[in-house]
Structure formats: structure tokens, C-alpha cells
């Protein structure tokens, strides 16, 4: 069994690695609350508010968004998700800006039934972008791909109500509509994290994300952004669960 000792080095060292080969770009800190619960069998809503920034002393940017979606997982292996975030933005020059997007999304779980979860995620995002100043709303479909791990560290059942876990994955964002006048045409992300489940109701990660945007296909000097993201989730007990302690 992994320890929580063991693999923090491992984490530790995969990061300086990432950093030690990121050239350009901005340092960011993102930061989630999120609350759900599950209702009517296998169905999950959650909102999601969460803020972006670029620390102090790099380009300003900063962004407040709420992300309101519900999950069906009617299979082990299968989820599908439906959303509508909605996200405002601020960038230097006093350039705003307000986007919407309608969220269709599927999830297969190689290993429902192993420790080591691995995941593909699929979504496609249809998105409405109106920029201050006047201008005409932008609409941009975009399709975005993540391969996904999940380790619990100190449990070999990832539904233990208390454990420690390693997150790991790789996302690549396909803008669909190249005659949209996108900041990027491609983008990619990379992250690497730690979790820590303190209950059934109560979740928290700390999360390295290193992003890196091209301005076309071909462009040999992409910028690379470092992210720090904090999450907390907070998850309602289902009456089903409340009976069944009840029981017990």
C-alpha cells in the first residue's frame, strides 16, 4: 500500500520538473468551493463558485465564475454530465468580459472496481463570449479531452469515507471554429495533486496545473502559465445514506 510519506517526494519532484521546464507566461492561483448532492438514485448536482487571478506583479487578469451542473452515472463505467457555467472576467486596459456556456459532457472509468482509478472525459462546450466595448458576442464550440488517475493512498477502496489521494491527469482543448478570433488556438493542461477525503460530506485538493497555450498549431514558443488551485467540496448526505446509519 502507498504511503502518504512515499509518494509526496515523488509529487515534489514531478513538480519541480515542471517548473524547471516552464519559460513564459503568468503564475495564477484558482480557487473552488463546490457543493453537491446526490439525489434520485444515480443522479449529482453541484454548484461550483470559484475565483482566478494572476498574482501580483505579473499581467492582471482575474475571473469569477458559477458553474452549475448535475451528473447521471447510471453504469459503474459510465457518467454524463450536463452544465451551463457562466463566467466574468477582467484583463488590463479595463477589458471585460462575460461568457456562457452550455456543457455536454461523458465520462468512461476504465476501473470502477480497482484502487487505482483511470478515467476518460469528453465534453463539448458550446460558448457565447461578449467582450466590453460594444462589440458583437463571439460564439465558439470547443472540445476538450482528459485522461485521468486517481490513487488512494492510505485505503485500497477509493469509497472509504476517509483517505488520502494522488491525482494526476493531461486535458488538450480543441477550439472547433477556427474563424473565431481566439487568444489561443490550442491549449493544453497538466496537473498533479494531492486530495484528502475527511468524510463523506467534506472533500479538499491542492493542485499544480501547468498550461500551456499556443498561438496556432505550428507556434514554437508557447506560453506556459503556472497554477496553484485549492478546492473544497462539500457534499450533502442523501437520505438513503442518513437510513441506513440509522440502522446500523
Known amino acids: ?38 439525489f434520485a438514485a444515480y443522479y449529482k448536482g453541484e454548484m461550483e463558485l470559484g475565483y482566478r487571478a494572476v498574482v501580483p506583479g505579473d499581467t492582471k487578469w482575474e475571473s469569477l465564475r458559477v ?19 457562466a463566467i466574468y472576467s477582467e484583463q488590463e486596459n479595463a477589458l471585460k468580459s462575460f461568457e456562457v456556456r452550455a456543457l ?36 465558439s464550440p470547443r472540445l476538450r479531452l482528459r485522461a485521468e488517475f486517481l490513487v488512494p493512498l492510505d485505503t485500497r477502496n477509493y469509497r472509504s469515507d476517509s483517505m488520502w489521494y494522488a491525482l494526476a491527469d493531461a486535458e488538450a482543448f480543441v477550439t472547433l471554429d477556427k474563424l473565431v478570433d481566439e487568444p489561443f488556438a490550442s491549449r493544453a493542461r497538466f496537473r498533479v495533486g494531492l486530495g484528502r477525503k ?37 457534499y450533502v448526505t442523501p437520505r ?4 441506513k446509519a440509522e440502522k446500523r
Open 1 to 38: 500500500m502507498y504511503s502518504l510519506r512515499s509518494i509526496l517526494p515523488i509529487l515534489v519532484s514531478v513538480l519541480a520538473t515542471i517548473v524547471a521546464h516552464s519559460q513564459s507566461g503568468t503564475n495564477q492561483l484558482w480557487v473552488d468551493g463546490t457543493v453537491g448532492s446526490a
Open 104 to 139: 455536454l459532457g461523458a465520462k468512461y472509468n476504465f476501473t470502477p472496481f480497482k484502487r487505482v482509478q483511470s478515467r476518460l472525459n469528453l465534453r463539448y462546450e458550446y460558448r457565447r463570449i461578449q467582450q466590453s466595448g460594444g462589440s458583437e458576442a463571439q460564439l
Open 240 to 243: 438513503s445514506r442518513s437510513k
Open 198 to 234: 475527511f468524510s463523506y460530506n467534506w472533500w479538499a485538493e491542492m493542485i499544480y496545473n501547468l498550461q500551456e497555450s499556443r498561438n496556432s498549431l505550428t507556434d514554437d514558443d508557447p506560453a506556459i502559465d503556472n497554477i496553484i488551485r485549492l478546492r473544497v467540496k462539500y
Open 67 to 85: 458553474i452549475p451542473r448535475v451528473e447521471a452515472a447510471p453504469t459503474a463505467h459510465w457518467t454524463f454530465l450536463l452544465g451551463t457555467p
